[in-house]
Structures are given as structure tokens and as C-alpha cells.
């Protein structure tokens, strides 16, 4: 069983920058796929990032290019870091990981608003 604890959400300015983090109870290296999406309310749970072992990296199409995932294998953590905040990157953010199943974080709000 892995288990997550999240933490970086918050409240910011359109423009601005936040980094989230997702520290896990296991070896990042043991973890075939980590990853982040997240949860608008009234919307479906949506993709935003995803890493694999073998070091291939998907993201959803409106955060290209302002968002990065990375991981601390010593710390065994993952990072989203993310920038130029728009209003509709409000969201709770769920880091994920699959070991023969996927586990879920207990998500992080992020605000968006000036």
C-alpha cells in the first residue's frame, strides 16, 4: 500500500506560481507511473501530469508549457511545479501513483483568483 501526504496548495494571484508536493510512503523508483490531475467543482477529475519509470512525461493540453512534474527519489516525493496560474487552474490536485493499483493523495486546493 502506498500513501501520500500533500501539501504547497494555496491561494494565488493570476500570473503567479506554486509548487505542490507529494510525499510518498514508498520508493519512487518502485512506482511504475506517478502523476498528478485534479478536480474543478462540478467537473470530472482531469489529467495534468505523468511520469513514468522509464522517464516519459504526458501533460494535459492546457497546462503544457507552464507546468512541470518531477520527482526527489531520495526523498521520494513528486513536485508539480507550476506557473503562469490562470483562474481556471482552480482546482483540488490529486498526486497519484500505480503499484499494481492506483493509490490516490487526499488532494490539495489551489486557488486562482486576483
Not at 522517464?55 to 512534474?69: A, E, L, M, P, Q
Request: proline share 3%; hydrophobic share 35%.
Amino acid at each position: 500500500q502506498v500513501q501520500f501526504v500533500e501539501s504547497g496548495g494555496g491561494l494565488v494571484q493570476p500570473g503567479g506560481s506554486l509548487t505542490l508536493s507529494c510525499a510518498a510512503s514508498a520508493s519512487i523508483g518502485s512506482l511504475s507511473v506517478v502523476g498528478w490531475f485534479r478536480q474543478a467543482p462540478g467537473k470530472q477529475r482531469d489529467l495534468v501530469a505523468t511520469l513514468t519509470s522509464s522517464g516519459n512525461v504526458v501533460y494535459g493540453d492546457s497546462v503544457k508549457g507552464r507546468f512541470t512534474i518531477s520527482t526527489n527519489n531520495v526523498a521520494n516525493t513528486i513536485y508539480l511545479q507550476m506557473n503562469s496560474l490562470r483562474p481556471e487552474d482552480t482546482a483540488v490536485y490529486y498526486c497519484f501513483a500505480t503499484l499494481g493499483r492506483t493509490y490516490w493523495g487526499q488532494g490539495t486546493q489551489v486557488t486562482v483568483s486576483s
